[in-house]
């Protein structure tokens, strides 16, 4: 009997010690085990539209294409490595004439990347018990990145098929639209557009690099009309957003 009471206190502690377990939040920027890491080869991959694993939100289709979201967010990125000598990098346009020898591997990846998203959110207790104690208490895409994406089998050996198939890219520049929302609140019409941008090593599948980033405009008293989502994505894409890429040399802060 004393034996029992011994198992069950020590299962108490356990749990409450597991409960009471905080973890400190992904850093933005550069990673501390890359900051002397200059990638040889950048490979830009196309948008992915995915909505934020460790947050409420929603991708409206219908905006995606009167927007051509996926478009503004690739010039966005083009524009930010104009002139920059320290950056080698392969275009979207290139990448995707890379592919069409491996036509199955972009789905694939896009569709891993939302599979362990979706895992994460199920809300099912079998399903969530494969997940470590750090994935299930994400607070950002980062975090997801890096204690739920790095979980699957299949992520990494993708990531090496790409580098394969892509000028032997040594890493992976992948923008996501996590948001994309179009909603009226209190007679004003709200615009949400949320981005997350990782730098990923192609070899060991590890973050290099990460931006995860929301924005919100509302539309001014008396005005019924959405704000243009290139203007948020102008706000997210600032001087700032860039800080720490590898190579990148910053350039003066423009006021948008």
Wanted: proline content about 5%; charged content about 20%; some cysteine.
């Amino acid at each position: 009997m004393k034996n029992f009471l011994n198992l069950l206190w020590m299962a108490s502690v356990s749990v409450t010690t597991s409960s009471c377990t905080s973890f400190l939040p992904t850093r933005e920027g550069l990673q501390s085990e890359f900051l002397a890491l200059n990638p040889a080869r950048i490979a830009a991959f196309p948008p992915v539209l995915m909505a934020h694993p460790a947050e409420k939100t929603s991708i409206d289709p219908a905006a995606v294409v009167t927007s051509q979201v996926q478009s503004l967010l690739e010039s966005e990125v083009l524009a930010a490595f104009k002139n920059q000598p320290n950056v080698n990098g392969v275009s979207f346009q290139t990448v995707r004439n890379s592919l069409k020898t491996s036509p199955r591997l972009a789905g694939e990846i896009d569709s891993e990347l939302k599979s362990m998203g979706q895992l994460t959110n199920s809300g099912s207790a079998r399903e969530t018990l494969l997940l470590t104690r750090e994935c299930r208490a994400q607070k950002s895409f980062l975090d997801f990145y890096k204690h739920c994406m790095i979980q699957s089998n299949k992520w990494t050996p993708l990531l090496n098929q790409f580098s394969a198939a892509v000028q032997n890219s040594d890493s992976i520049l992948l923008p996501i639209l996590t948001s994309l929302e179009k909603t009226t609140e209190k007679n004003a019409y709200v615009v949400r557009v949320g981005v997350t941008l990782l730098l990923i090593d192609t070899n060991s599948g590890k973050m290099i690099w990460g931006r995860d980033s929301l924005m919100r405009a509302e539309s001014p008293p008396g005005v019924r009309q959405f704000s243009e989502v290139s203007v948020l994505l102008d706000k997210i894409f600032v001087e700032s957003f860039w800080s720490e890429f590898p190579g990148r040399r910053s350039r003066p802060e423009q006021n948008n």
